[in-house]
């Protein structure tokens, strides 16, 4: 399978769109998510059939099924919406806000044991929520069109801000499923998705002990011990910062020292279009090779964001230079390593300073994948699968 960090990686733009803009109020989602708009699977692979079984099973141990509540929400062709429990995919409409000023698409879960779904043709999130219902809100969009406002659990002015809530995210189309779990926003609920078809896939499952390790790790770096909001969730740094409870020049010293480290020596970046060679000139990460690409220093948030500085066109040229470089920051591996990308997870995080909410989230899997960060799937270390045969998908709630 082609490396993801040769793939176009324009879809990274849109960790904006679901929520990485969002300060004081929920996001506006317009586009699909952000982890996985634009995968482009091998054309000479099997068409997927229509609806796709999904199954949801709670394994939480702590809430029973009547304490989960599901919401598929997202987009097909242009348009938002969502999935009812009879899987019927139905607009979002501003007449679905009840008296409260809210929609109610929770879906529930059957009775016991576990809880079978039809999914549709799709781009959207998985929610779960646990012991209470999500408040999602339609509202009418820049294009006046109907869209959604999500739950923001990092902001605490959010309605939702006090419900114990997670995601999963994926794309399904007649090219197959494409499907992760993601921290890239935050961590809470800890979910594994297994997806079968050509072949059989599970990813996001946790070690045992795992959620709690994960916080505790967090708690125990003073700069990120801010970032965990009781038991609830762990929110990720970069929207810790726009918050006020993250450093915003964090990372300061270690940008500095890779600028000052590439004044005089190579980078070397490789990617599908080829090998791109560089040095800080004038300030600017330059690069030459397929094609010239530059880059101004990055600062704390384009780094914890993968934007600004990072932001990564889906042009196949700056873009894959940009993810990797975005890889190489916040798994503090530019300086130990000249050859981008690195592919030895024992090199990752090694540094004092470093994306230590990142580290977390691996170090609490059993494969040690996660999207921790929006460049991660750099070398293949997201929690990503696909399939372009599917079968079916089944999301697990699994132990706290």
Not at 86 to 103: E, I
Request: proline share 6%.
């Amino acid at each position: 399978m082609t490396p993801r960090h040769r793939r176009p990686v324009g879809r990274r733009k849109l960790l904006f769109a679901l929520g990485g803009a969002a300060v004081a109020a929920p996001a506006v989602a317009a586009i699909a998510p952000h982890a996985l708009a634009g995968t482009a699977p091998d054309a000479d692979k099997a068409e997927a059939a229509g609806a796709l079984p999904l199954t949801i099973v709670n394994d939480t141990g702590a809430f029973g099924n009547a304490n989960v509540h599901v919401y598929i929400v997202g987009n097909q062709g242009g348009r938002q919406v969502r999935v009812t429990p009879d899987g019927t995919l139905a607009p979002v409409s501003l007449s679905d806000n009840g008296a409260d000023g809210f929609t109610d698409y929770a879906i529930s879960l059957a009775g016991s044991g576990e809880t079978r779904l039809s999914l549709p043709y799709m781009s959207g999130r998985i929610y779960v929520s646990l012991g209470a219902k999500l408040k999602f809100r339609a509202v009418t969009d820049g294009a006046g069109n109907a869209a959604l406002q999500y739950p923001a659990g990092w902001v605490a002015s959010d309605p939702n801000y006090g419900v114990l809530h997670d995601c999963a995210e994926f794309t399904y189309n007649s090219s197959g499923m494409f499907c992760n779990t993601t921290m890239v926003d935050m961590f809470s609920v800890p979910l594994s998705i297994r997806l079968t078809g050509a072949k059989d896939q599970t990813t996001g499952t946790l070690r045992a002990g795992g959620r709690a390790a994960a916080f505790a790790a967090v708690r125990e770096v003073a700069e990120f011990a801010r970032l965990v909001v009781d038991d609830t969730r762990v929110i990720a740094p970069g929207h810790g910062l726009d918050a006020g409870l993250f450093p915003k020049d964090y990372l300061a010293p270690y940008i500095d020292e890779v600028w000052s480290a590439y004044t005089g020596r190579d980078l070397t970046v490789t990617t599908n279009s080829g090998t791109f060679t560089g040095r800080v000139r004038g300030d600017r990460f330059t690069f030459d090779g397929p094609a010239r690409v530059s880059f101004a220093r990055p600062s704390t948030r384009d780094v914890l964001f993968c934007d600004g500085a990072l932001a990564a066109p889906n042009d196949g040229t700056t873009g894959p230079v940009a993810a990797v470089l975005g890889a190489g920051f916040n798994r503090s591996t530019l300086i130990s390593s000249p050859a981008q990308p690195t592919t030895d997870p024992a090199s990752f995080y090694r540094t004092a300073l470093t994306n230590h909410y990142a580290k977390a989230m691996h170090a609490a899997s059993q494969d040690g994948k996660a999207y921790g960060f929006a460049f991660d799937d750099v070398a293949d270390f997201a929690s990503y699968i696909q399939d372009t045969a599917p079968t079916g998908v089944r999301l697990t709630l699994t132990p706290f």
